[in-house]
């Protein structure tokens, strides 16, 4: 199979970087027109596209809405596990805070994204999506709780840390729309305190079980 190149860049560079100024243009299309009235011609419009090329890397506008919401996510989770890993494993507080802190700087700066998430409540197919996202950061959570406390297991803060990052998640939002009476300072001091008050409450669980099993 002969692959051409043209201006020293392969068919298959070329598609990929189609892809991406699609995926680009369609952040700015969501900022600008929220998810509901997302649509395909918009996205090839601001990307300097045809439909054509659009059909390339997707079949439907919900493939493109769901590649842009994955990158997104993704870079948001990289963010937070970026910033907890420059702390030390013991100082949990710290840890909880940059990972939050990342996260909620990301969608503070960029109110596309924070725009994509708030809204990807609502559509039927990244809503799942969303909730896959909300389970990762859980997981982050549980993992910097485990390494601050390896008396805990993973598994047993599940429950836990979802409903923290459900919380945490609704208290950026509300923050992200002016809905929140408080500062950025305040709102990370209290996320990353009720991670700790998590943390302590699992710590106590098993050492009272340790305490029923000696008697």
């Known amino acids: 199979m002969v692959t051409r190149t043209f201006q020293g860049a392969s068919a298959t560079e070329r598609v990929a970087d189609r892809r991406a100024r699609l995926v680009a243009a369609a952040l700015d299309v969501v ?6 009235d997302f649509t395909m011609t918009a996205v090839c419009r601001a990307a300097g596209l045809t439909e054509r090329y659009f059909y390339e890397s997707f079949a439907r506008r919900e493939d493109l809405l ?8 993704a870079t948001a989770l990289d963010h937070a596990v970026r910033a907890a890993e420059a702390v030390p494993a013991a100082h949990l507080e710290a840890r909880a805070r940059a990972a939050i802190g990342a996260t909620t700087t990301l969608l503070g700066d960029d109110p596309r994204s924070a725009r994509l998430y708030r809204e990807a409540i609502g559509h039927p197919e990244l809503a799942g999506r969303r909730q896959d996202t909300i389970a990762a950061f859980a997981a982050l ?3 910097l709780i485990a390494e601050a406390h390896p008396e805990l297991r993973r598994e047993d803060l599940q429950l836990t840390t979802l409903v923290l990052t459900g919380g945490v998640v609704d208290a950026v939002g509300f923050w992200l729309d002016g809905r929140l009476d408080a500062d950025v300072d305040a709102l990370l001091t209290r996320c990353a305190r009720l991670v700790v008050a998590a943390a302590d409450h ?6 009272g079980a340790e305490i029923r099993e000696q008697r």
């Open 31 to 36: 900022g600008d027109r929220g998810v509901r």
């Open 141 to 143: 959570l549980a993992r």
């Open 66 to 73: 769901e590649a842009l919401f994955d990158s997104v996510a």
């Open 202 to 207: 699992h710590c106590a669980e098993v050492h």
